[in-house]
């Protein structure tokens, strides 16, 4: 699980002055700013748009595009099940549809409490052991009924 600093707009805006006079500065500045932080604060929008001098919808435009940024602060855990045909031929649906239920939420979002964070990915590279997951960067392979509990309860669910 990965530890970040509350926002804080002066660490923002040493962040954003260390990057914003190399060449394309926009999404690195914006990627050092969720690594700091575990996401992109909404007045980071202002403070990135008047240092590069564009518009302020450019820069949440970029924010909204990219699925890998965050609006809001990351869950304490993030548990990814495997979408790709190898894993729903094993049984992956059901198992999502399960997720979902246990933790009241669908993909994309995170549970009533933060504590989990449900994604779905396309390829955990886990083909040969179908289906799998990842719960906190650790990919699980041969997911079944009782290793889903067993990550579920690891995330505190």
């Not at 923002?12 to 992109?40: D, N, T, V």
């Not at 008047?50 to 869950?75: C, K, S």
């Amino acid at each position: 699980m990965e530890r970040h600093l509350a926002w804080d707009g002066d660490i923002a805006a040493r962040i954003i002055s260390e990057w914003k006079s190399r060449e394309g500065a926009l999404l690195p500045i914006l990627h050092a700013l969720q690594e700091e932080f575990g996401y992109i604060h909404p007045a980071a929008t202002a403070l990135v748009a008047d240092a590069l001098n564009i518009g302020r919808a450019e820069v949440h435009g970029v924010i909204t595009f990219y699925p890998d940024f965050r609006q809001a602060p990351p869950a304490a855990h993030s548990l990814k099940l495997c979408r790709a045909e190898a894993c729903q031929s094993q049984g992956a649906e059901r198992l999502a549809r399960q997720a979902q239920e246990a933790l009241g939420i669908g993909f994309g979002d995170t549970s009533a409490d933060g504590q989990v964070q449900l994604e779905a990915v396309y390829c955990l590279g886990l083909c040969s052991v179908a289906p799998s997951a990842m719960l906190d960067g650790r990919i699980v392979g041969r997911l079944d009924d009782g290793k889903l509990a067993s990550l579920l309860t690891e995330a505190g669910q």
